[in-house]
């Protein structure tokens, strides 16, 4: 079956919190990986990174990191200097995630999260940008044994890669063993004119999921259709880790990102977002169990 996942600013309005308490939380719960921001990593020493490892390895549970690049480091950017940045801020990253002996880092990190505040934006440019830059860090990346899932998102959020066949066109341009696709319900729900086919193009370069109901709330919760999405996983044969990614609470860092301009839960006090947690793994786990993965 299927590690299942999900991410920490499910409770926390700040990117950054207490990721001893969200290990433990999401072992008690049931879960298998926490994902959470890489950010703040480079603000952690590393003897505390090794700590949250051990922590994490106490508690039977595997960390994955995900980011929203930030545009000072947009490696897609026409300015040279900018994009050297972004190679050495993400280097440094994918060497704190190796500290805490971490395999995957994914989301929106091959360009700056959001669209460019420039008047000419040309995809393909910006895109060839990308490709140039990840070259680089494919190398890191294999060194270090970190797979770099790029995850196709919708064009409120980027302009590179917006669709699954977009982020496979990507990658084998990148062409590293080491660089994969990563795709997320809630955007394939925006982008794809069929969610089950953006899998299947995805088919073997697919190395994680995110889900999300097609408002961003829990699995189980909306209108998506999780038969097509769990039959397409089953059709490609996919073995990698399904991580929830829902954002339900206004308010915060993450808010205000995420644009959650109202909350999407009835309550949202801890107890009652840990029942919604439940009721999404136990929503996920029947579905794998139907779908035979």
Do not use: C
């Amino acid at each position: 079956m299927n590690k299942l996942g999900i991410f920490m600013n499910f409770w926390e309005k700040n990117w950054n919190a207490d990721h001893k308490k969200y290990i433990v939380k999401a072992a008690k719960l049931g879960f298998d990986v926490l994902e959470f921001q890489a950010q703040p990593l480079l603000d952690m020493p590393d003897d505390y990174l090794r700590e949250l490892k051990k922590i994490a390895d106490d508690n039977n549970i595997e960390m994955t990191y995900s980011l929203g690049l930030d545009k000072a480091y947009d490696i897609s950017s026409d300015d040279a200097s900018v994009r050297e940045k972004g190679i050495e801020y993400l280097t440094n990253i994918m060497k704190k995630v190796n500290v805490m002996g971490g395999k995957i880092i994914s989301g929106v990190s091959y360009a700056g999260w959001g669209v460019p505040a420039i008047e000419d934006i040309e995809k393909e440019r910006l895109t060839l940008n990308s490709i140039t830059s990840m070259k680089k860090l494919a190398q890191t990346a294999n060194e270090l044994d970190i797979v770099y899932g790029v995850e196709a998102v919708n064009r409120f959020e980027g302009v590179v890669l917006n669709t699954a066949k977009e982020a496979v066109d990507y990658v084998n341009a990148v062409g590293s063993k080491n660089v994969g696709v990563l795709l997320d319900t809630y955007h394939m729900n925006i982008e794809e004119a069929s969610i089950g086919d953006a899998i299947r193009t995805a088919g073997d370069k697919l190395v994680g999921l995110h889900v999300g109901e097609n408002n961003r709330s829990v699995p189980g919760r909306g209108h998506l259709d999780w038969d097509e999405i769990f039959e397409a996983l089953k059709a490609v044969d996919f073995k990698g880790r399904i991580v929830a990614e829902p954002f339900v609470v206004k308010g915060g860092e993450v808010g205000r990102d995420i644009y959650v301009w109202r909350n999407l839960v009835t309550s949202t006090d801890e107890e009652s977002l840990d029942k919604e947690a439940l009721f999404m793994l136990d929503f996920e786990r029947k579905m794998l169990e139907k779908w035979g993965l």
